[in-house]
């Protein structure tokens, strides 16, 4: 699509792709939408992504409007076809929480199925083609659309720092703050290499939200880059690299969200053992 | 790649997913599914019973069928013996009956056969004296030969 006029308009398109509509205060002190990647940078911390925030909150209500719709009208008979949908993603959420879980919590499963689907859900823009939606945008007078909002690292650290936040919560109402910092201070050596226990655990402990993060905006952000590299090739030959990554890329979508999933009854499942030390 | 506030939108939008999901999505579908798992297996173990029950139906019935012809061959051999007791009684009352009427008969005939000596003694007698009438020739006192005949007749 942009690869009339060479290299740095190339490059130029990608940086438009990996830009996102970003809203915050100017350096002049008025309040708009981002022009630039430098305009982005100077905004700082107080602005937000609006396409990811957008696409991520349509995405998640969509989901809940639609499981709503057949948890209101929920049948104990012969289940419809909606209802069959919700109820397998249910069930295969539930039994991966009853193979991991051990403990009795009436959060858990709604916290996997939520972050299941949204994240599912999510990953899937990725299929849309890349161009497809900011070239419509662009006509309307958006400058940047990104549409895929777990390639923003806003978004997956959003996540994985909820799941972070829930596992410190659990760790301590389970153990006592005495206990989970006994856990974090006696672990591997015992009560004499304390300090080095410390760290160990430190480490082991923030390193959780790090990588289950960075894990699903690494994948998606460069299977969404391999998307892009892909459309800078002439029209004609773009379906031979595109139609295989993107079959390849469904199991992907599919895995991170697992893994996200997994990761986080993991975790939580850690933060509700109580160890006898 | 900025972190910004968008990161703090997702961890709200996501805490109100969570919370939606806990209380309006959650429970109801898995409150349904346990339920409907529950109603199949009491389905499954209704059908299994039933099939014990037909078994047991069917092992009763057999069990009836065998015991009520026992009884009826019981019965038809009981019949078949009274019957034999009954004609046997009936031939002991015609062989009985039979007898008593020859006895009968006998006691008939022989006091047929007095009478009719009784009859003829006195015919004989009567014969007798008109007999001596005639070879005497002479008129005897009647009282007083009869007298003599009349031994003579009982003699007979």
Redesign the interface.
């Known amino acids: 699509m942009a690869s009339e006029s060479g290299a740095n308009s190339s490059g130029e398109y990608i940086a438009h792709h990996l830009t996102?509509l970003?809203f915050?205060q100017h350096t002049d002190g008025t309040w708009g939408i981002a022009r630039s990647g430098e305009e982005?940078?100077r905004?700082?911390?107080?602005?937000?992504?609006l396409d990811?925030?957008g696409f991520?909150?349509v995405l998640?209500a969509v989901f809940?409007a639609l499981?709503?719709a057949?948890?209101?009208r929920?049948?104990?008979?012969v289940p419809g076809r909606r209802q069959n949908l919700?109820?397998i993603t249910?069930?295969f959420v539930?039994n991966n929480i009853k193979s991991m879980f051990s403990h009795e919590s009436?959060?858990i499963?709604?916290?996997a199925?939520?972050i299941f689907v949204?994240v599912l859900l999510m990953n899937t823009m990725d299929l849309v083609p890349v161009d497809f939606i900011p070239a419509l945008a662009q006509m309307a007078g958006v400058p940047y659309l990104k549409v895929v909002p777990s390639t923003?690292?806003?978004?997956t650290?959003?996540?994985a720092?909820?799941v972070f936040a829930l596992v410190l919560f659990y760790s301590v109402k389970q153990k006592g703050l005495g206990g989970f910092a006994a856990e974090l201070s006696f672990h591997p050596f015992g009560k004499l290499g304390l300090p080095v226990n410390l760290i160990l655990e430190s480490v082991t402990l923030l390193a959780k939200p790090l990588s289950l993060g960075l894990r699903l905006f690494g994948n998606l952000y460069a299977g969404e880059m391999i998307f892009i590299l892909i459309a800078l090739l002439p029209w004609w030959g773009q379906w031979a690299l595109s139609v295989p990554w993107a079959i390849f890329h469904i199991l992907i979508i599919f895995l991170q969200a697992f893994i996200f999933m997994v990761l986080t009854i993991v975790y939580l499942s850690a933060a509700f053992a109580v160890e006898e030390h | 790649m900025n972190i910004n506030l968008t990161i703090i939108g997702q961890v709200i939008s996501f805490a109100i997913f969570v919370w939606f999901c806990a209380k309006y999505v959650w429970p109801p579908i898995t409150n349904a599914m346990e339920e409907r798992e529950k109603k199949i297996a009491d389905g499954l173990a209704a059908a299994d019973r039933a099939v014990r029950d037909l078994e047991l139906a069917q092992d009763k019935a057999t069990d009836q069928l065998r015991q009520a012809k026992q009884e009826a061959a019981g019965i038809i051999e009981l019949a078949r013996k009274q019957a034999g007791v009954v004609i046997e009684e009936a031939k002991q009352k015609a062989r009985e009956e039979g007898e008593r009427l020859l006895v009968a008969a006998e006691a008939e005939i022989e006091r047929e056969f007095n009478r009719a000596k009784e009859e003829l003694r006195g015919k004989v007698a009567q014969l007798a004296i008109a007999g001596a009438e005639q070879i005497l020739q002479r008129s005897v006192g009647e009282a007083a030969n009869s007298e003599l005949v009349d031994s003579l007749a009982a003699r007979l």
């Open positions: 996102n970003t915050g982005i940078a905004m700082g911390f107080w602005s937000i992504n990811s925030i991520s909150v998640g809940m499981s709503w057949v948890a209101r929920v049948t104990t008979g919700i109820e249910v069930e539930n009436k959060m499963g709604p916290l199925l939520t949204w923003d690292v806003n978004v650290m959003g996540l720092l909820s």
